[in-house]
Nanobody, 127 residues
Framework: QVQLVESGGGLVQPGGSLTLSCAAS????????MNWVRQAPGKGLEWVAT????????YFADSVKGRFTISRDNVQNILYLQMNSLKPEDTAVYFC????????????????????WGQGTQVTVSS
């Protein structure tokens, strides 16, 4: 049974930092591209970041470039998202997803774009 379990969300002040984690099980994690996607209140799904199976390629949405970092541990089967200089507009539910190929264009995402999804973790940036 495939599972993606996100953790690390919470309430943070503007300018603060958070690190999200996503624990994967039930599939060969090291063979899959992994992604972070978010959904702000009342809005659609927005692609945030993608990392290749072998960790050598990383891609970021323009809205988070220079502030967020994506990484993965292919031994522990964990995906990370380090978020710095957080802004109120980063407030969203953050989802960990897997895909067989790279999807790095900025168009809005749909559930069918990815093979597996986590349940999401809430990030709220507010003073």
């Amino acid at each position: 049974q495939v599972q993606l379990v996100e953790s690390g969300g919470g309430l943070v002040q503007p300018g603060g930092s958070l690190t999200l984690s996503c624990a994967a099980s039930g599939f060969t994690f090291r063979n899959w591209w992994m992604n972070w996607v978010r959904q702000a209140p009342g809005k659609g799904l927005e692609w945030v970041a993608t990392i290749s199976a072998g960790t050598t390629k990383k891609y970021f949405a323009d809205s988070v470039k220079g502030r967020f970092t994506i990484s993965r541990d292919n031994v522990q089967n964990i995906l990370y998202l380090q978020m710095n200089s957080l802004k109120p507009e980063d407030t969203a539910v953050y989802f960990c997803t897997s895909s067989r190929t790279a999807l790095t264009d900025p168009r809005p995402r749909t559930r069918s774009d990815y093979d597996y999804w986590g349940q999401g973790t809430q990030v709220t940036v507010s003073s």
